[in-house]
T-cell receptor
Framework: GAGVSQSPRYKVAKRGQDVALRCDPI?????LFWYQQALGQGPEFLTY????????KSGLPSDRFFAERPEGSVSTLKIQRTQQEDSAVYLC???????????????FGPGTRLTVL | KQEVTQIPAALSVPEGENLVLNCSFT??????LQWFRQDPGKGLTSLLL?????REQTSGRLNASLDKSSGRSTLYIAASQPGDSATYLC???????????FGAGTILRVKS
């Protein structure tokens, strides 16, 4: 596809369940970002990959959140033992940037809406 | 810590009006600033990107200005249309980083 895709688009989980959210970036994009967007708020940074290396995970809210990008393409964001405060839209973005500071725009996927009951 | 604020939080205007959305940031050491549009159930679409050395960028009916030293940006939309209805987000990237720091957005409704 031409853009960033994410799956599933919607996920309902019971409190305590583990979930896995997938992101397929634009082909050839080196950089991949995860953001969390709570209702009525702007997205907040979670983590950043350059190829398969996770260079920044300072935004992950707790050790229940884990992200990986083992082959430098598809990425998975995993949340263990989900809690109600994890309910949000999780956005993935990719860019062709290779370093800092960023010079290229980030292209966003449609997001995964996670609802924890 | 960089904080980005957008005013107003919501705006409702009749079709055809010109309007201005405001964005302010607390740390002026930014590398660039972007304006995004977000439609319900969809991801973010980049509208305009202004490098810190630039003062403004234009695309069609949209014009964004940047005053880095005062920590402010405005997005001007000319001759608004119902199709402009969406949430508009302002975001900055710091000189030393590559993550976007977003404001909470302005919800725009253009009435026909």
């Amino acid at each position: 596809g031409a853009g960033v895709s994410q799956s599933p688009r919607y996920k309902v989980a019971k409190r305590g369940q583990d979930v896995a959210l997938r992101c397929d970036p634009i082909s050839g994009h080196v950089s991949l970002f995860w953001y969390q967007q709570a209702l009525g708020q702007g997205p907040e940074f979670l983590t950043y990959f350059q190829n398969e290396a996770q260079l920044d995970k300072s935004g992950l809210p707790s050790d229940r959140f884990f992200a990986e990008r083992p082959e430098g393409s598809v990425s998975t964001l995993k949340i263990q033992r989900t809690q109600q405060e994890d309910s949000a839209v999780y956005l993935c973005a990719s860019s062709s940037d290779r370093g800092r500071p960023s010079t290229d725009t980030q292209y966003f996927g449609p997001g995964t809406r996670l609802t924890v009951l | 810590k960089q904080e980005v604020t957008q005013i107003p939080a919501a705006l409702s205007v009749p079709e055809g009006e010109n309007l201005v959305l405001n964005c302010s940031f607390t740390d002026s050491a930014i590398y660039n600033l972007q304006w995004f549009r977000q439609d319900p159930g969809k991801g973010l679409t980049s509208l305009l990107l202004i490098q810190s050395s630039q003062r403004e960028q234009t695309s069609g009916r949209l014009n964004a200005s940047l005053d880095k030293s005062s920590g402010r940006s405005t997005l001007y939309i000319a001759a608004s249309q119902p199709g402009d209805s969406a949430t508009y987000l302002c975001a900055v990237i710091m000189e030393y980083g590559n993550k976007l720091v977003f404001g909470a957005g302005t919800i725009l409704r253009v009435k026909s």
